[in-house]
């Protein structure tokens, strides 16, 4: 199982991304997906995860600002963040979890600047 995420990059504050993860691989349809994220310096924490049975988990610093999207065919997961602000700068990584296993994406870099 690999997970390919994308869609980092520089934004001014104010501005959006939107990042996405391909799974590929044979996994379990009873699942999550999300993303997390590590700011330097600091641990990683989660941002937003969805499951495959439709619920959903946003962090409150994010919530209202970025929303979580997966599309349980293609085994992807999408990340719209708007109104990013310079905190929000971080690696943000995507993960799978199905039961007793727990795979990571190996990071895109989102900055923001002032």
């Known amino acids: 199982v690999q997970l390919q995420a994308s869609g980092g990059g520089l934004v001014q504050a104010g501005g959006s991304l939107r990042l996405s993860c391909a799974v590929s691989?044979?996994?379990?349809?009873?699942?999550?997906m999300g993303w997390y994220r590590q700011a330097p310096g600091k641990e990683r924490e989660l941002v937003a995860s969805?499951?495959?049975?439709?619920?959903?988990n946003v962090a409150d610093s994010v919530k209202g600002r970025f929303t979580i999207a997966r599309d349980n065919a293609k085994n992807s997961v999408t990340l719209q963040m708007n109104s990013l602000q310079p905190e929000d700068t971080a690696v943000y990584y995507c993960?799978?979890?199905?039961?007793?296993?727990?795979?990571w994406g190996q990071g895109t870099l989102v900055t923001v600047s002032s």
């Open positions: 993960r799978l979890g199905v039961t007793g296993r727990t795979y």
């Open positions: 691989g044979r996994i379990s349809r009873i699942n999550v």
């Open positions: 969805a499951s495959s049975g439709g619920s959903t």
